[in-house]
C-alpha cells in the first residue's frame, strides 16, 4: 500500500506563498482568511470556522493554527474531493486535486479532472474515472495530466475574471499559485527539495 500523501499536501498548501499566511483582502469573497481557511467557506461570513463539517463554528479565523488546518483540510478538501481514492491510483494527481478542490470546490475540482481525463463529467469520483487516471497515468507517474489538469484551471480562473472584473486583483496570485504547484510537483518530486 502507497503511503498517504495528505501531509505532503498539507506542507505545500501551508507554505506562506500558498495559503500559509492571514489576509483580509476586500477583493476576496471568502473574507477574513488564515492558512487558506476561509470565514465563508461554511456558507456564513461570522468570523468563525467550521473545522469538523458538523455545521457548528469551532474556532475563530484568527485563532486557527496548523494542527487546525489539518482538521480542516482533511474534513473539508481532502475527503470530500476523494483525494485519498486518488492517491492510491497517482499521488502526483492526488495533490493537485487537493489544491484545486481548496481552489475551487470538492466538485469542481472533480470535474476539472474528469475533462482532463476525457471522462464523462459528471463530478462522481468513481471506479471508471479511477480506471482511466490509472491507464493515463501509468507510464509517466501522472505528470502529462498534471499539465492538462493545471490548463484546464487556469481557463476556469480566467472565465472568472471574465465575468466579474474586479477579480483581476487576485488573478496574479492565481497564476502564480499553478506555476508554483506544477514546479513542486514536477520538479522537486513533491517538495523534497526547494521549490
Known amino acids: 500500500m502507497l503511503p498517504d500523501t495528505y501531509p505532503i499536501a498539507l506542507a505545500w498548501l501551508l507554505r506562506p506563498d500558498v495559503e500559509g499566511g492571514e ?3 476586500p477583493a ?5 482568511t488564515k492558512f487558506g481557511m476561509a470565514d465563508a467557506a461554511d456558507g456564513k461570513k461570522d ?4 473545522l469538523d463539517r458538523d455545521g457548528r463554528p469551532d474556532i475563530a479565523v484568527g485563532d486557527a493554527t496548523p494542527a487546525h488546518a489539518q482538521l480542516f483540510y482533511r474534513a473539508n478538501y481532502w475527503l470530500p474531493a476523494r483525494c485519498d481514492r486518488v492517491d492510491s491510483v497517482c499521488p502526483l494527481i492526488a495533490i493537485a486535486l487537493f489544491d484545486g478542490a481548496v481552489h475551487h470546490g470538492p466538485p469542481r475540482s472533480i470535474r476539472q479532472l474528469q475533462q482532463a481525463l476525457g471522462v464523462m463529467v459528471d463530478g462522481m469520483l468513481g471506479p471508471q474515472t479511477l480506471r482511466v487516471l490509472a491507464a493515463k497515468t501509468g507510464r509517466d507517474g ?5 499539465l492538462t489538469l493545471l490548463e484546464i484551471r487556469a481557463g476556469f480562473m480566467l472565465g472568472i475574471v471574465r465575468k466579474d472584473p474586479s477579480q483581476w486583483a487576485n488573478a496574479h496570485g492565481w497564476s502564480n499559485r499553478l506555476l508554483r504547484l506544477q514546479s513542486y510537483l514536477l520538479l522537486t518530486r513533491f517538495g523534497e527539495g526547494a521549490a
Open 142 to 146: 501522472g505528470r502529462a495530466l498534471l
Open 28 to 32: 476576496d469573497r471568502g473574507g477574513h
Open 47 to 50: 468570523g468563525m470556522l467550521d
Open 23 to 25: 489576509v483580509n483582502h
